[in-house]
Nanobody, 125 residues
């Protein structure tokens, strides 16, 4: 099992930026973290995929965040990052980091085995 700890959430005005980080207990080259991703859940809504990054650094983004969010991995620090730019009120949610040993690395919530506790992002109008 992989322990994941998110940080970097907060409150910003619409149009602002945030950078989320996720510290992993396993190295970036571990099979357990072959695929890592960011998901979010707004109140009253289902958890949804935001962005994922595979072992080969290939990425997948939800249409709603393409061109605004960027996912990246720092292998030296065992850290997953998410840069959030041009934030909108509809981006308000709890953001979760997740990891899995799958090669698929899509945006499907149920494909991921290990989850962090989440970090809150609130975007005001």
């Amino acid at each position: 099992q992989v322990q994941l700890v998110e940080s970097g959430g907060g409150s910003v005005q619409a149009g602002g930026s945030l950078r989320l980080s996720c510290a992993s207990s396993r190295p970036a080259y571990s099979p357990s973290t072959r695929c890592m991703g960011w998901f979010r859940q707004a109140p009253g809504k289902e958890r949804e995929g935001v962005a994922t990054i595979n072992y080969d650094h290939s990425t997948t983004y939800a249409d709603s965040v393409k061109g605004r969010f960027t996912i990246s991995k720092d292998n030296d620090k065992n850290t997953l990052n998410l840069q959030l730019n041009s934030l909108k009120p509809e981006d308000t949610a709890m953001y979760y980091c997740a990891a899995d040993r799958s090669f698929r690395c899509g945006l499907t919530v149920t494909d991921f085995a290990d989850w962090g506790q989440g970090t809150q992002v609130t975007v005001a109008t």
